[in-house]
C-alpha cells in the first residue's frame, strides 16, 4: 500500500511546485506510513487509509489551469524583483517565491515557484523559531538558484518571514545554539536581507498548513502575492516591537573559525567559467596584468610585482591566488586544524605539517599547502592528468602530494579521472556487431561455375 501512496504522489505533473500546498498532506501521509516501519506490500489500518482516501477524492481527476505567460500586461520592465516567502507549521515548512515586474505603470507580482518540505523527523521535537528557520534557509536556496540561473535579471532579492524571533537571530551575531550559527553563516554567507511579514499576509503560510485543490484555486493570496507588493516599499508592513525571547536555544561553545587572511582571496574571475587549469591561469595573468599597469594601487594593495617580471613568475603568482581562494572556499575550524594537523604560514597560506624534516626537504614537500576539494582544485588535479599523458590515480596522487596535501585525495582524483572525456574514449569498448543475415541461397548450394555471377559493388546501375 506504501507504493501505492508514493506511486499518487509522484504521478503529479508539476515542475515548478505550485500544487505544494495539496502536496504536503500526501507527503505527511508517507512520513506518518515511515514512522509505522510497515513493509512495502503491507496493509496500512483503518485510520489512515480513511486519511489517504479522503486526499484520493480530493485531488483525483481535478484540474488547476494556469497561464503560460507570467505577465498579462506587456509594458517594459523597468527592472524585476524577488521576493521569497518562507512560514513553517509543526511538520511542515514551506517557501513560495515571486517575481515583482516593475514597469511606469506600477508593480506586477506574480508566483513563479515554491518549495514544500516535511520536518524532519529528528527536528519534530523543535520549537517552532528554530522550524521556521528551515524554512528561511530554503528560501535563501531558493533564491541563490534563481540568481544564479538567471544572473543579472533580478535587481533585488529578499525574503520575508512572520518569525520576530529569526530577524533577531539574524540581526545579532551572538553565538546560539549550533544548529542556528551553522544556518546563519549560511544566510549572511550571500547580502539577501530578511524582512517582515505579518501572519495574515504570509503567502508561504498555506504550504507548510497544506490544504485541499478547491481551496487552492480560490487562494488570491497565494497565487497572486500579498497586496502591499505592488505599492512602493514605503507602505509595506513594519516589524512590530516586541521582546524577543531566546526560547530553548541553549548557548553551545563558540566554534573558532580560522580566518586566512580573506582581504587577499579576492575573486576576480570566475574559476566555474573555465574548463581547464592553464586557460584559468593565463586569464588571470592576462587580468591580474592589466590591472597592476593600469591601477598602482591595486598592484600595491595586491602586493603584486613591476609588470617586467617573466610570465612565468606570473603564473605562479596566479597559482598563489587560486590556491588562495581554495583555501578560504570553505570554512577551517580549530578543531579540523588540529585533526589534520594543519597550521598557517607567514603568508597566510594553510600547509600541513608532515614528519618529514624541514631542514633536509624542500618546504614545499616537508609542509605541503592545504587544499579543499572544489572545483578549482579539480581543475589542477585533472591539469595533472593530462600532463602526465592521462596518468592513473596512483601517478596523479603522488605528483599532487609532491606539493599539495588534499584530504580524500585519492576518491578526489578517481572521481576526477572518471570524468575525463579522453580516457573515457581510449577504454571504451566497441560495439558488438549484429547478427550476421542469413547468406543467399546461390552462395551455398552446390552448382557449375559460373551459373551464378556477381559483382561486390554498391549500385544502383542503369542498364541500357
Ligand atoms: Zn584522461
Redesign the pocket.
Known sequence: MEFGLLAFQASLFDPLQLLQPCVIPVKLAVQKLWEKKLKWSAVIDADLQQVVNELYEQLNGKQIVLPRKLFINDDPAIRYELQGFADSSAFAYGVAVYIIKVTENGRFPTLLITKGRLIPLKFLKYCIARKELLGVVLAFELLIYLLNTFPDLFQLAEIQTDSTTVLHWWRNSESRDRFINNRMIKIKSHDIPLRYVPTDYNPADIISRGCTIDELKDDELYWRGPLYLTQAVEYWPVEPVTAIEDEDCEIAAPVDVVIIDPTSATVIIDATRFSSWNSLMNCLMKVLQFLAKKFPKFRTAENLPATDVKSAEWILICEMKVIKIIQTSKLLTQKRMNELNLFVDTHHFVRKDTRLDKNAFNFDVACPLFLNDCYETRLLIKNI?DKFG?AGITTVVAELRQRFYLPKAIQVVRKV?RN?N??KREKAKPFSLPPMPVLPVERTLECLPFINSGVDYAGPFNIL
Do not use: L
Request: glycine residues 0%; aromatic residues 0%.
Open positions: 592528468h592521462h579521472i575525463c579522453q580516457c
